[in-house]
């Protein structure tokens, strides 16, 4: 994602694009970058705001396109194929992001909840419902900036952030966790300019594809930039895709046959959470089976699950965490066996930190939990994505 440098070869530019063009629409970021026509926007009434629709620009993180509703995760022919739960929850925007260049001075947001339930009991509005704005700093470094706060339904509209000084930057806006969106639009001054953002270059082009449960779903962060999929987009440059469904990540063919559509750079599988050691024993291999059909060299990454916080304590916990995270192991080692040379495997005690700060309910991530995830996912992931 960073801009091109002027002594790049014409030769290294037609690669990139070539190989943007045929990834997966869904996933790779428009190669235009020219600014978005100023007629493609409309004036608000105060006449300081023009509203430009997100579609415009592109939604990194969207994995089809043929989907019942711009935001949805999964195509519409995937309803009646995966299980109800798994479709209703697929049409969350968990893990989608804006990415944008703007020489705003002030930068607005409109979004449209297709849900009335903003918050949860043990998660924020501001992560179910809320939008999250990030920049790129001078060094290159994502910096958080401003939180779109969820006060209303179905429509909020809110100035992010104002008296921004001079210059083009590069911005993110991350889409609601646990709600769907009808529609997004950014607002910026008349006779600013709004862009698409560069293009990634062929290392980076191809996304980090997680299959998970309500964490991979980004229960509990504060803001959706929290959640740890998205911290890691943020930290490998790259687009990643959400395929957490709450309650409902069962290692199910049906969602890796969707999956496997996808060309990915990593494939992540993290269900432990929400199966038993004998419906890991079942469906662990399948699932592997059919993403390793489609794409023998791509990377697989089976998980473990995180260590509940009790389980030091409650028996029941810590026989949970010790029975599917012995029967995924079997799974990876007899795989490996095989000859999978493309299979890796991440320590569910890696996932949090000991001292049991880290969730909000001895199972589910605080924003510090997030990172403890992060810090281990990337600790594993950068060897495999030769980083």
Same mark, same amino acid.
């Given at each position: 994602?960073?801009?091109?440098?002027?002594?790049?070869?014409?030769?290294?530019?037609?690669?990139?694009?070539?190989?943007?063009?045929?990834?997966?629409?869904?996933?790779?970021?428009?190669?235009?970058?020219?600014?978005?026509?100023?007629?493609?926007?409309?004036?608000?009434?105060?006449?300081?705001?023009?509203?430009?629709?997100?579609?415009?620009?592109?939604?990194?993180?969207?994995?089809?396109?043929?989907?019942?509703? &711009?935001?949805?995760?999964?195509?519409?022919?995937?309803?009646?194929?995966?299980?109800?739960?798994?479709?209703?929850?697929?049409?969350?925007?968990?893990?989608?992001?804006?990415?944008?260049?703007?020489?705003?001075?002030?930068?607005?947001?409109?979004?449209?909840?297709?849900?009335?339930?903003?918050?949860?009991?043990?998660?924020?509005?501001?992560?179910?419902?809320?939008?999250?704005?990030?920049?790129?700093? /001078?060094?290159? %470094?994502?910096?958080?900036?401003?939180?779109?706060?969820?006060? %209303?339904?179905?429509?909020?509209?809110?100035?992010?952030?104002?008296?921004?000084?001079?210059?083009?930057?590069? &911005?993110?806006?991350?889409?609601?966790? &646990?709600?769907?969106?009808?529609?997004?639009?950014?607002?910026?001054?008349?006779?600013?300019?709004?862009?698409?953002?560069?293009? &990634?270059?062929?290392?980076?082009?191809?996304?980090?594809?997680?299959?998970?449960?309500?964490?991979?779903?980004?229960?509990?962060?504060?803001?959706?930039?929290?959640?740890?999929?998205?911290?890691?987009?943020?930290?490998?440059?790259?687009?990643?895709?959400?395929?957490?469904?709450?309650?409902?990540?069962?290692?199910?063919?049906?969602?890796?046959?969707?999956?496997?559509?996808?060309? @990915?750079?990593?494939?992540?599988? /993290?269900?432990?959470?929400?199966?038993?050691?004998?419906?890991?024993?079942?469906?662990?291999?399948?699932?592997? @089976?059919?993403?390793?059909?489609?794409?023998? /060299?791509?990377?697989?990454?089976?998980?473990?699950?995180?260590?509940?916080?009790?389980?030091?304590?409650?028996?029941?916990?810590?026989?949970?965490?010790?029975?599917?995270?012995?029967?995924?192991?079997?799974?990876?080692?007899?795989?490996?066996? @095989?000859?999978?040379?493309?299979?890796?495997?991440?320590?569910?005690?890696?996932?949090?930190?000991? /001292?049991?700060?880290?969730?909000?309910?001895?199972?589910?991530?605080?924003?510090?939990?997030?990172?403890?995830? @992060?810090?281990?996912?990337?600790?594993?992931?950068?060897?495999?994505?030769?980083?």
């Amino acid at each position: 994602m960073r801009y091109s440098p002027p002594e790049r070869t014409l030769a290294v530019h037609l690669i990139a694009l070539l190989l943007l063009a045929i990834a997966h629409d869904g996933v790779a970021a428009p190669t235009d970058t020219s600014p978005i026509a100023a007629d493609k926007g409309v004036a608000g009434p105060d006449g300081k705001t023009v509203w430009y629709d997100v579609a415009l620009l592109g939604v990194e993180g969207r994995a089809f396109d043929d989907t019942e509703v &711009y935001f949805d995760r999964l195509p519409a022919r995937a309803h009646g194929v995966v299980r109800d739960a798994v479709w209703n929850l697929s049409r969350h925007s968990a893990g989608m992001c804006v990415r944008f260049v703007t020489d705003a001075t002030h930068i607005d947001v409109r979004w449209t909840l297709r849900s009335n339930q903003l918050a949860m009991p043990h998660m924020p509005a501001t992560g179910v419902s809320g939008v999250d704005l990030y920049v790129r700093d /001078d060094e290159g %470094t994502w910096r958080w900036l401003a939180v779109g706060q969820p006060k %209303t339904f179905p429509t909020n509209e809110q100035q992010l952030v104002r008296e921004l000084p001079p210059g083009r930057r590069e &911005y993110r806006l991350y889409l609601p966790l &646990y709600n769907g969106v009808e529609e997004v639009q950014i607002g910026i001054p008349p006779g600013a300019t709004l862009s698409r953002p560069p293009t &990634y270059d062929a290392d980076h082009a191809k996304p980090i594809v997680f299959y998970g449960t309500s964490i991979t779903h980004g229960g509990c962060a504060s803001r959706p930039g929290m959640a740890h999929v998205a911290i890691l987009g943020r930290r490998f440059d790259r687009p990643t895709v959400n395929l957490g469904f709450s309650g409902n990540g069962r290692l199910e063919t049906e969602v890796a046959q969707l999956m496997a559509e996808i060309d @990915a750079a990593v494939f992540v599988i /993290d269900c432990l959470p929400n199966v038993t050691a004998d419906v890991v024993r079942a469906q662990a291999e399948p699932t592997v @089976a059919v993403l390793r059909a489609a794409h023998p /060299d791509t990377p697989i990454l089976l998980v473990e699950d995180r260590t509940y916080a009790n389980a030091f304590l409650v028996e029941s916990q810590r026989e949970r965490n010790e029975t599917s995270r012995a029967a995924l192991r079997e799974v990876y080692e007899r795989l490996k066996r @095989a000859g999978d040379a493309h299979l890796y495997y991440l320590e569910g005690d890696r996932l949090l930190a000991p /001292d049991g700060e880290g969730t909000v309910d001895g199972s589910h991530p605080t924003d510090l939990g997030f990172v403890q995830h @992060a810090d281990a996912f990337e600790a594993v992931l950068r060897p495999i994505l030769g980083e």
